[in-house]
Each structure stands twice: as C-alpha cells, then as structure tokens.
C-alpha cells in the first residue's frame, strides 16, 4: 500500500547562495541538513580533493532536495526532522536510510533524483506493508 508520494523541484543556485556566503554559512547548513553518516563524508578529505565547491553544493542539493521530498510523502503519519533520513549513494542510485516511528516501522522508501540545466527534482514514494499498524 502507498502511504505517499512526494516531489521537490530546487535550483541549485539556492544552495550556491549558501555556500557562497563562506564556509561559516557552509558548515551551519550542512550540520542542520546532514545526517552524521552524510556529515561526515561531506567533511571528508574525499570530498575536498573533488571539484570543491561545485561538489559541495551538489551533494548539498541532492540531499536536500530528496529530503524535502521524503517530509511530503510521508506528512501527516510522521513529521520527519532532517536527521531522521540519510541518504546515500549506492552505485547511481540514492537510496534513504529513515528512522520511522513504530507505527510506520517496515515501510519501503523509493527515491529517484534528477537533474538538468540546474535544477534537480527529488521524488519519493513510500510504502507500507499490509501487516503495518497504520493499514
């Protein structure tokens, strides 16, 4: 059963702006956003020796592109902070890791991300199981 069904459109440049402003504004968002899992690879020597701050705003955007999108597919059963998802990489899809409260315990989350032209669209369909307290 489909508990629900987000989308999230963000241009890029919104992120840019942040980081832009130096890395005081940088670090602020980023430890409000990531989880520490996604914190600690954004601070990772990896992640400086990439194309530095244009990999920065991308990773930035993905998540918070995507984690917007998970908050309105899961709204009203669960109002999710930015540390309840992680996202991560694995190969070229992103995959959220969430920490569902117990009514909502078992549910699928699908992610799916795009980007063009400096827009990326985050969308998310979460599923529940039949043997879920909320069916």
């Not at 020597?45 to 917007?68: H, P, S, Y």
């Not at 992610?111 to 669209?121: C, F, K």
Request: proline content about 2%; glycine content about 6%; charged content about 20%.
């Amino acid at each position: 059963m489909i508990l629900g069904i987000g989308v999230d459109i963000l241009s890029i440049t919104r992120i840019q702006a942040i980081v832009g402003r130096g890395s005081k504004y940088a670090q602020r968002f980023s430890r409000r956003i990531l989880c520490d899992q996604e914190l600690e690879h954004y601070s990772s020597v990896e992640m400086a020796q990439m194309a530095g701050d244009t990999a920065r705003v991308n990773f930035l955007a993905k998540r918070w592109c995507l984690k917007e999108a998970l908050y309105k597919a899961a709204f009203p059963h669960q109002t999710l902070k930015w540390h309840d998802v992680c996202i991560q990489s694995v190969g070229p899809k992103p995959m959220a890791s969430v920490r569902w409260d117990a009514q909502l315990a078992g549910a699928k989350t699908h992610v799916s991300l795009s980007h063009d032209h400096g827009l990326l669209v985050g969308y998310v369909v979460v599923e529940l199981n039949r043997d879920s307290a909320l069916v």
